[in-house]
C-alpha cells in the first residue's frame, strides 16, 4: 500500500523513524506543524498516520472512533492487535497506550476504499492551518503562541451510512472553538461525500495550548512563514536532496496536528 514507505515492519513491531513521520506529514498530509519535523525537541509521529495505517491493517468500518492517549515519538516500537476486536488499543513496548480504536457496523477491506478513504482524510485533515484554524482563533481573539506553538490531535470519529461508494471526499461542515485561559479545545466537523451524494459524516478534535492574546501582524507572520516553508519543501529539488541526506526548509510556522 501508498504507507510502505513511511514504516518499518520489524519483529518486534511497527517502527517510525523520525524522518519518516516528517515525510509522510509533509508530503502525503500536506501538514507542516514543526512538531512533526525530525529535530523538533517535543517530535512527535503525526496522527493520521497512525489512522492510516490502522485502516491499512484492518478495514474500513462504518462508525469508527480514534482516540490518541500520548505523543508517539520516533522509533517508538508500536505493537497492533493480531486481530481487531471492537475496541482495541495500539501500544508500545511499555505497554503504554497510545491510540484506542473503536469500530461498530459493517467492515470492508477493499484495498481501493480503504486507500481512498485513508488519503481523502489525510488530505483534509493537514489543511487546518492556516485556512481553518485563523479565522476560528481570529474570532475569539486568541492566537498561536509564535514562540511555542503546540496544536495537539486528541480524537476523530466517522460514521458512514454504508460502505457501498468510491472515491470519497471530505467537505468542511461545522467548527467550533472554546478558550478556556490559555488552552482552546477545537472540534471540526466534515461530511463525506461519493458522486455528489452525502455518505456520511465525521468530526477531528484538537487541543490548542499556549493561547495568547490575538496580534493580527504576528498571525499574519505565522501565516506566511507557514507558507514559505510549504513552498520551500515542494520546490523542484529540495525533495532529491533531502533523499540523499541534505537538510531542506524545515522550520518555522505552525499547522495542525
Known sequence: ??????????ADGVRISPD?????A????????????PDAKRFCVPGDL???????????SQGMCFTFSGMVGGDTVLHFPA???????????????CLRVEREG?????ADLVRAMACSYVAFSGQNFP????PLLRE?????????????YESMSVRLDHLDFSEPKLEHAEHRLEVKGKRGDVRLAFSIKADGVTVGQGFKKLLVSGLKPYDEAVTQGLMESYLRQKAAYAAPGVKNARAHGVRGVEQGGNGSA
Request: hydrophobic share 45%.
Open 1 to 10: 500500500m501508498f504507507l510502505e514507505p513511511f514504516y518499518h515492519e520489524a
Open 20 to 24: 519518516q513521520a516528517s515525510r509522510f
Open 26 to 37: 509533509k508530503e502525503v498530509a500536506g501538514d507542516f506543524n514543526p512538531i512533526h519535523d
Open 50 to 60: 497512525l489512522f492510516a495505517l490502522v485502516l491499512q491493517r484492518y478495514g474500513l
Open 83 to 97: 486481530h481487531a476486536e471492537p475496541r482495541f488499543a495500539v501500544t508500545d513496548t511499555r505497554e503504554r497506550i
Open 106 to 110: 459493517e467492515s470492508s477491506r477493499d
Open 131 to 134: 485556512h481553518v484554524l485563523v
Open 140 to 152: 475569539q481573539g486568541v492566537m498561536i503562541n509564535p514562540e511555542r506553538p503546540l496544536v495537539i
